[in-house]
């Protein structure tokens, strides 16, 4: 099972040399025991944009989002045995205090019902 882990920082900017390393560290745990897919990290808000649909119609906005109270710092896929294992891999991440990683199970193709495989699959 694929997850994806999304770190959620409690500030952008708050990186010292050291905290980079041990986060080195971490992906190469991750590497070494086989489970890492990709891992990138993301520019803040203020580089951003967003696209929103109001009526069906899309709308861009560009960053930074005053009302954003949380946002990504960037994400690790990881190929676990159970929601389990990759909570665990989460855990031994050397996060900063105020920091979140959100662990989520990555969709498969038969997690979705016949009907919604049998679009997908004609569009193959």
Same mark, same amino acid.
């Given at each position: 099972?694929?997850? +994806? ?12 040399? &050291?905290? @980079?390393?041990?986060?080195? /560290? ?6 070494? %025991? ?16 967003? @696209? ?14 005053? &009302?954003?109270?949380? +946002?990504?710092?960037?994400?690790? !896929?990881?190929? %676990? ?13 050397? %996060? ?6 959100? @662990?989520? /199970? !990555? /969709? ?8 919604? *495989?049998?679009? @997908?699959?004609? *569009?193959?």
């Amino acid at each position: 099972m694929r997850f +994806m882990m999304l770190m959620i920082p409690r500030g952008y900017g708050d990186m010292s040399p &050291e905290a @980079v390393e041990s986060m080195m /560290q971490y992906n190469d745990s991750l590497t070494k %025991a086989g489970v890492l897919l990709a891992v990138d990290g993301l520019h803040e808000l203020a580089k951003g944009a967003r @696209v929103t649909f109001p009526g069906g119609k899309a709308t861009v906005t560009d960053g930074p989002f005053a &009302e954003a109270k949380e +946002m990504l710092g960037g994400y690790w !896929i990881i190929d %676990a045995k159970s929601k389990e294992e990759a909570v665990e891999w989460a855990t031994r991440c050397p %996060a900063s205090e105020g920091d979140t990683i959100e @662990v989520r /199970q !990555i /969709q498969a193709m038969d997690d979705f019902p016949p009907e919604i *495989q049998e679009v @997908v699959n004609r *569009q193959r």
